[in-house]
């Protein structure tokens, strides 16, 4: 099973501007290395916004067709969410696009209450696994880093945990911070399981500061890479032999 590399793109969102983030993120993956897998942070171009205005129907979304190109481009995966409208509905929506042109859907199941995101957006139900390269990656979405039982990870009959990976995007505050970092670890080390986290960097409309510190995380808690403050493309490699010597080392799943 190969390793991966890995490519977060955190940058300062521009509020509502799509042609404006499209732009900013073509000039931040400009030149870059080839990588396997693409995190883009939530709602990736427009922002934490509740402005349903600004949703898209799936078969005819621009955002799509912008996130299509880049994973051809680049010949990677990509994964962010976006507002997505669809029967009547909309959704904070996850969307996993693989550069054969494949996309695997998950709707955020815990939607913000204290931004009123619930009042706008229907809650998804269902726990998504994405196998991309012989991973197995749970998509998930920001406000859901707090509910451990949405990723708890356990012995399929088979032998094999559930899923290797967690992948949060996020528009999670400079203010909390803090409950990100100690999160994001805690989720990695209880499932034993890579973290993958992409959050945005600047200040939104509502006067909200965000810091970064988009991260990867080793099953054990450790960090894969330097955590930043600024807008930029952070790169990483994780491997699938230290991720199954942890696993082999410290059987804690069977235990569940």
Same mark, same amino acid.
């Given at each position: 099973?190969?390793?991966?590399?890995? +490519?977060? !793109?955190?940058?300062?969102?521009?509020?509502?501007?799509?042609?404006?983030?499209?732009?900013? #993120?073509?000039?931040? !993956?400009?030149?870059?290395?080839?990588? /396997?897998? &693409?995190?883009?942070?939530?709602?990736?171009?427009? $922002?934490?916004?509740?402005?349903?205005?600004?949703?898209?129907?799936?078969?005819?979304?621009?955002?799509?067709?912008?996130?299509?190109?880049?994973?051809?481009?680049?010949?990677?995966?990509?994964?962010?969410?976006?507002?997505?409208?669809?029967?009547?509905?909309?959704?904070?929506?996850?969307?996993? #696009?693989? =550069? @054969?042109?494949?996309?695997? &859907?998950?709707?955020?199941?815990?939607?913000?209450? !204290?931004? %009123?995101?619930?009042?706008?957006?229907?809650?998804?139900?269902?726990?998504? #696994?994405?196998?991309?390269?012989? *991973?197995?990656?749970?998509?998930?979405? @920001?406000?859901?880093?707090?509910?451990?039982?949405?990723?708890?990870?356990?012995?399929? =009959?088979?032998?094999? =945990?559930?899923?290797?990976?967690?992948?949060?995007?996020?528009?999670?505050?400079?203010?909390?911070?803090?409950? *990100?970092?100690? !999160?994001?670890? $805690?989720?990695?080390?209880?499932?034993?399981?890579?973290?993958?986290?992409?959050?945005?960097? %600047?200040?939104?409309?509502?006067?909200?500061?965000?810091? +970064? +510190?988009?991260?990867?995380?080793?099953?054990?808690?450790?960090?894969? $890479?330097?955590?930043?403050? /600024?807008?930029?493309?952070?790169?990483?490699?994780?491997?699938?032999?230290?991720?199954?010597? #942890?696993?082999?080392? &410290?059987?804690?799943?069977?235990?569940?």
């Amino acid at each position: 099973m190969q390793n991966l590399t890995i +490519g977060l !793109l955190q940058f300062d969102q521009a509020w509502e501007n799509k042609s404006q983030n499209y732009e900013r #993120i073509r000039q931040l !993956l400009e030149g870059k290395m080839k990588i /396997d897998l &693409l995190l883009l942070p939530e709602m990736f171009h427009t $922002a934490f916004t509740m402005n349903t205005d600004l949703s898209e129907p799936m078969k005819e979304s621009k955002g799509i067709d912008f996130l299509k190109t880049i994973s051809i481009k680049f010949d990677c995966a990509v994964y962010t969410s976006l507002i997505i409208s669809e029967n009547g509905k909309n959704y904070n929506r996850g969307v996993f #696009i693989e =550069p @054969c042109g494949k996309i695997t &859907l998950y709707n955020k199941r815990k939607t913000f209450g !204290l931004a %009123g995101e619930d009042q706008v957006y229907t809650s998804g139900k269902n726990h998504v #696994i994405v196998n991309y390269k012989n *991973w197995k990656f749970n998509l998930q979405i @920001c406000y859901d880093l707090r509910f451990p039982e949405l990723v708890a990870n356990r012995i399929e =009959p088979d032998g094999n =945990p559930i899923y290797d990976i967690i992948l949060y995007i996020a528009n999670w505050p400079e203010k909390r911070s803090t409950h *990100w970092d100690a !999160l994001l670890k $805690a989720r990695a080390i209880e499932n034993q399981a890579f973290v993958l986290a992409c959050n945005r960097v %600047g200040v939104d409309f509502n006067k909200l500061s965000y810091i +970064g +510190g988009s991260s990867g995380i080793n099953p054990l808690g450790e960090n894969l $890479a330097k955590t930043s403050r /600024d807008e930029e493309l952070i790169l990483l490699q994780i491997e699938k032999s230290k991720l199954n010597k #942890i696993r082999n080392e &410290l059987p804690f799943l069977k235990d569940r």
